[in-house]
């Protein structure tokens, strides 16, 4: 076990050296995430491109604008053996068997459980006569990890990387007599160029789990979130752009709009509900235009206070009405100023969670009862917060954010970055974290929740002793990685901070390049386990070095101790209900001490699924202060009593 120190070697690799100690290997030694399966091996050594992606506003219904859900059961086939595409599945399914979209198909099937090689979605639907002359586009909500379409039999597209929605268009290859048939390969082989990349490395917890991973999270596969057919006018609202920001008593809403293929003409923006609404007009000149409005006596957007404005967007030809998109907007400014975080220029503490979109049988699919519960339970707890820890979550979670008046930190999927690999899997992985991050703005950009983007959890340098690469040099590659990631999410919008999560002991040359410190601390469970008041002073000068080297607005994005529900013990041991809240309690006090602090997420909100492995019992991640059906525990009783208090308390 490493001992705590205050700067120096990553403080919680104990966890992973200690397996390798016992493992005496690393993941490296074991084939990529497919002891359920076997996989061929072109598909591990070659990624596939991604091609025919279209970028669509979330698909909503209106005048203009229709949808038809997918949603259902369809029909399913594994592909152990990656015959498919040369048997032409996407014509039909040889031996087809049922499964429910959205879901992952982990939990539904035995001989699929730990499986994540190619298998084939397939189904039939009509198309509207009505839509013969309207654009028709196939969206996907998430796929988890790369998606191949087809219509009819001939390929539409294909898509790399989970939690993030994309579309191809259809129109040119739909039949109008008969039904279309659609057919998806969905593989979620894990690579080390992949994001998250798969067991390439060292892995999350040694290399001993199951299935081979380099992150604590099961990789559940399959089509995750909505499936849409999708028609616009022929000219339609491509993006929009709602920027906010405060003058005294009034809100300033702008508002930019990009009409497809160019078009010029006229539009309108009418914000607010009707009697009170204002209006302004827009002029599209080569598909862009741009407007300025102001609210007197704005009701701005807070965890107290969420309001909400509607926006709605039309375009118009003659008096025609072309497209029309609507949004609920907030009137909200953020801003990380010298130590503090600033939410309508008042420094504001996050109370909350990083969490996971986790939920028996459903694996990672859209499990919309589950989102609802989960921001009950939230605001029950009294979390004003959370973070979308390890990936984006779905776009129904974020607009209940909005609703409910959660502060989310946005995170890509960029978890277990390394960079002692060579410069070519650390070149890949950074094209799809570039994608994965204009994605996620362009997803996002327009939720007041949202008040910082996330690039990454807990980058590593991937160094070992005696490897082939110095630590100097991963540092620097490090440097090089984070410059430009973070440089590309501050070009897609200059108006919230950008950060990712340290891990305890990081390089905090890495950090320092963030607009937020977040820290992830894990002193009294990975080191000093049982010794409370040693790792409460760990981490507080943990905590005053990293504030030394970065003075910045610091967040403890994850912190926490395995604890199985029903289990007490008085003095408090590690693993029961007791140390779970004992644990809370140093690190809340800590915090409190502290005013650079301008948050606190306990890791985890519930327990959720992960690969098997000796350190996780039942493959369950046991950190969750509600468990994994959302029953509290102890500790949720003592966050709701501290959390309630006030919005400053920790
Ligand atoms: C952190 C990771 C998170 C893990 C957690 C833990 O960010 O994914 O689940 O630790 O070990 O390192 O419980």
């Known amino acids: ?150 219509i009819n039999g001939t390929a539409v597209g294909s898509h790399l990387g989970g939690h993030l929605p994309f579309a191809f268009e259809i129109a040119s290859h739909l039949a109008w007599d008969r039904s279309n048939l659609i057919s998806v390969r969905v593989e979620n082989v894990q690579t080390a160029t992949r994001v998250p990349p798969g067991g390439n490395s060292r892995g999350g917890l040694g290399g001993m789990e199951l299935p081979a991973t380099s992150y604590d999270y099961f990789p559940y596969a399959g089509i995750h979130r909505q499936v849409q ?63 300025t409005m102001r609210v007197p006596e704005a009701v701005f957007w807070s965890p107290d206070a ?96 909005d609703r409910y008046g959660f502060m989310v930190i946005d995170e890509i999927p960029a978890v277990g970055m390394t960079f002692s690999d060579g410069e070519t899997n650390i070149q890949k ?27 990454a959890n807990e980058p590593g340098t991937g160094y070992s002793p005696g490897g082939a690469v110095p630590k100097a040099e991963a540092v620097a590659a490090g440097t090089k990685f984070f410059t430009q990631l973070l440089g590309r999410a501050r070009e897609q919008d200059g108006t919230r901070p950008v950060t990712f999560t340290t891990v305890q002991g990081g390089p905090l040359e890495w950090t320092a390049l963030c607009d937020i410190a977040c820290l992830n601390a894990y002193f009294g469970w990975y080191s000093l386990g049982g010794r409370l008041d040693q790792a409460a002073q760990a981490f507080a000068r943990y905590l005053d070095h990293v504030n030394s080297v970065v003075p910045k607005p610091t967040i403890i994005t994850e912190c926490g101790a395995g604890t199985l529900a029903g289990v007490h013990d008085e003095p408090p041991q590690m693993w029961t209900e007791e140390y779970q809240v004992e644990f809370l309690r140093h690190y809340l006090e800590v915090v409190s001490k502290r005013s650079f602090m301008a948050g606190l997420h306990v890791w985890n909100f519930q327990e959720f699924k992960t690969p098997q492995s000796i350190i996780r019992p039942a493959g369950q991640n046991n950190k969750g202060v509600f468990t994994r059906d959302r029953r509290p525990k102890m500790a949720a009783h003592f966050l709701r009593s501290r959390w309630n208090r006030s919005l400053r308390t920790t």
């Open 1 to 150: 076990m490493t001992s705590e120190k205050p700067t120096g070697e990553p403080l919680k690799m104990d966890r992973r050296d200690f397996l390798l100690g016992v493992a005496g290997t690393g993941a490296a030694a074991m084939a990529p995430g497919n002891e359920g399966g076997k996989l061929p091996a072109e598909i591990a050594a070659e990624e596939p491109h991604q091609h025919g992606v279209v970028r669509l506003l979330l698909p909503q219904q209106n005048a203009h604008r229709n949808r038809i859900d997918l949603l259902g059961l369809w029909d399913f086939q594994l592909d152990p053996e990656d015959a498919g595409v040369s048997a032409q599945w996407f014509h039909g399914l040889p031996s087809p068997r049922t499964i429910a979209v959205p879901c992952s198909w982990n939990d539904l099937f035995n001989d699929a459980a730990d499986y994540l090689g190619p298998a084939w979605y397939f189904r039939e639907v009509w198309v509207p006569a009505a839509w013969r002359r309207q654009r028709i586009f196939l969206y996907f909500g998430s796929v988890n990890y790369a998606a191949q379409a087809w």
């Open 229 to 291: 057919l999708v028609a616009l006018p022929e000219t339609y609202i491509e993006d929009i752009t709602v920027v906010t920001s405060i003058e005294g008593a009034s809100g300033i809403v702008n508002v930019k709009a990009q009409a497809n293929a160019e078009w010029s003409g006229a539009g309108k923006v009418q914000l607010g509900t009707a009697g009170s609404a204002r209006e302004a007009e827009l002029e599209f000149r080569r598909g862009f235009a741009e407007t």
């Open 306 to 401: 969420p309001h909400l404005y509607p926006l709605e967007l039309t375009l118009s030809a003659h008096g025609t009405l072309l497209d029309s998109y609507r949004l609920d907007i907030g009137i909200r400014t953020v801003e990380a100023r010298g130590e503090q975080l600033l939410l309508n220029g008042q420094p504001i503490f996050l109370k909350g969670f990083s969490r996971h979109e986790d939920f028996a049988i459903s694996g990672r699919g859209l499990n919309l009862p589950v989102v609802v519960r989960d921001a009950e339970l939230l605001k029950w707890v009294g979390a004003n917060s959370f973070r979308t820890s390890h990936y984006p979550y779905s776009p129904e979670c974020m607009e209940l954010a």
């Open 429 to 455: 992985r950074l094209t799809q974290c570039l994608r994965d991050i204009d994605d996620l703005i362009a997803r996002d950009k327009n939720h007041p929740s949202v008040i910082a983007w996330s690039v």
